[in-house]
């Protein structure tokens, strides 16, 4: 019986626990960090997204990811380059890269027990019965990567000088279980322009929620509230 007691027991925390990670949202995790001269209200400056890697430039990587930057700073105020003046106002340039895989360990300690007694008076001793699991030890390891994306912004009439003049500097690190960016690389030009320009100098966490059928779920931190 009591056996039996414990099992159900434990049987219940593991659907809960199981329960819960099925109902967490996820999020992609990434540390932001800033430097600019900017104003913290854009307007209406041109600007045109460009590659800082020449072999990156040409991938169509590359194309999708300068229409995801585009698509932030136009709905910041800012006006697409068309072509009319000799140079944008603002160049921006754009570099992705990913470091690893690296083990990553994890230990954790599991157990659960019960019990249950009563005692008899003069010389009859305490009558009791006890059950119980010992705690278990876990390791596990995974592969880690580092996914580092790096956003910088010119002053467009200095970017072909010999010292063109920065008004923006942005990277982003975010880690993750697969070394592939394309699935995260949307959620990480969102958390770079997560209130932009912002304080200047600042690193910040910024979490971006991440939808249920979104192939950055099998990305991300351990932490159950993180894209896996």
């Known amino acids: 019986m009591g056996t039996t007691i414990a099992t159900r027991i434990f049987a219940l925390i593991i659907l809960i626990f199981g329960l819960s990670a099925c109902v967490s949202p996820k999020y992609v995790v990434s540390d932001i960090t800033r430097h600019h001269s900017l104003p913290l209200t854009p307007s ?18 590359f194309e999708v990811y300068a229409a995801l930057v585009s698509q932030r700073l136009s709905a910041l105020g800012l006006t697409p380059f068309n072509g009319e003046s000799v140079t944008p106002d603002l160049m921006v340039t754009l570099k992705w890269s990913v470091e690893g895989p690296s083990p990553d360990v994890k230990s954790r300690s599991t157990g659960v027990g ?11 001793g305490p009558l009791g019965y006890g059950f119980g699991s010992p705690y278990e030890n876990r390791t596990s390891t995974k592969q880690i990567y580092v996914r580092h994306v790096d956003l910088v912004i010119y ?7 010999e010292n ?9 690190v ?9 699935p995260v690389m949307p959620y990480i030009v969102q958390a770079i322009f997560d209130h932009f320009p912002g ?9 971006v929620e991440v939808p249920p059928d979104s192939e950055a779920v099998n990305t991300g931190h351990f932490n159950s509230r993180s894209a896996k």
């Open 44 to 61: 209406g400056e041109s600007f045109i997204v460009v590659s800082s890697d020449e072999e990156q430039e040409e991938s169509l990587a």
């Open 164 to 172: 063109p003049t920065r008004v923006f500097e942005g990277s982003a």
């Open 114 to 124: 019960a019990g249950f007694g009563y005692g008899f008076g003069y010389r009859d």
């Open 174 to 182: 975010s880690t993750g279980t697969n070394g592939q960016i394309d």
């Open 199 to 207: 304080a200047s100098g600042e690193t910040r966490t910024v979490r």
């Open 155 to 161: 002053d467009g009439t200095t970017y072909n000088t």
